[in-house]
């Protein structure tokens, strides 16, 4: 992922100059969220007075133990699943029904293999009633930035895992959304690929700027990529502590490798221990 999508090449809005100062606007603000679940007459309490608020173009990580919310609060985000209480809100106005300008990558790319790589970006357009047609070349340049310029053609089962995660990541962004949520997108990964889908990351979000929410099980991969690493306890979901990280980007090696990035990273490995996620 070189060179990134023409977008946010030129001055970005005010707001989004200093995403991580006072600056930015407020994008997402979620206040008092719970979220229970009913199925047979058993009660699931998923989430449990959540309070977030996310600024436009914030990088922002949520590491948190299997089960405890992530994904449900991304899905209530995103306007795919009604809450039980609460205030959520996308640049100010209130979550009643699915999101248009959101971008969402799982942890599956979820490609149609019987679609080659450019008409698997370009679904996402289809879905959205948009022409397709006039969304072309702009997603053979974001394929070509990506490194996937010779491979439009090819079916998704001719493609390595990053590969297919990446054609994922172009289809979440051929819209040009102001919002971007990862939902463990690289959890299927082997390590190196994960290790370079994360530096490259970094690279897309700081040319584009969108607003990004990155949900992990990796501790070092949210400190090596967040503005704010959000660190839920178990289930029911709360937000145990929202670490700030003072480190300078790219977060190249000298950066991943120093004494502050570990101290960090021990920070939130210790409030896992607290809360018993994590026993030595
Ligand atoms: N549609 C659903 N119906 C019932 N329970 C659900 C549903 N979705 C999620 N849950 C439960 O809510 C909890 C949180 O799930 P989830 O948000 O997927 O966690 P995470 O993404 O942090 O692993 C889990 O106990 C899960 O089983
Ligand atoms: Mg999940």
Known sequence: MSVLPQQHDTAPPASMTDPRGAGGSVHIAIRDLQQRFERAGMVTHALDGLDLEVRAGELVAVVGPSGCGKSTMLRIVAGLLPFSSGVVQVGGRDVTGPQT?????????????????????????????????????????????????????????????????????????????????????????????????????????????????????????AVALADRVVVMTPRPGRIEKIIPIALERPRNQAVVGSARFTEYCDEITECFMRNGVIRY
């Open 101 to 221: 300008d959101l971008g969402i990558v799982f942890q599956s790319p979820v490609l149609l293999d019987w679609r080659n790589v450019l008409d698997n970006v370009l679904i996402q357009l289809e879905l959205r009633g948009l022409d397709a047609n006039q969304y072309r070349d702009r997603a053979k340049q974001l394929l070509a930035d990506v490194g996937l310029g010779d491979f439009q053609d090819r079916r998704p089962r001719e493609l390595s895992g990053g590969m297919r995660q990446r054609v994922a990541i172009v289809r979440a962004l051929i819209h040009d959304p102001t919002l971007l949520m990862m939902d463990e997108p690289f959890g299927a990964l082997d390590a190196l690929t994960r290790e370079q889908m994360r530096i490259d990351l970094e690279k897309l979000w700081l040319r584009q700027r969108h607003t990004l929410i990155f949900v992990t099980h990796g501790i070092s991969e």
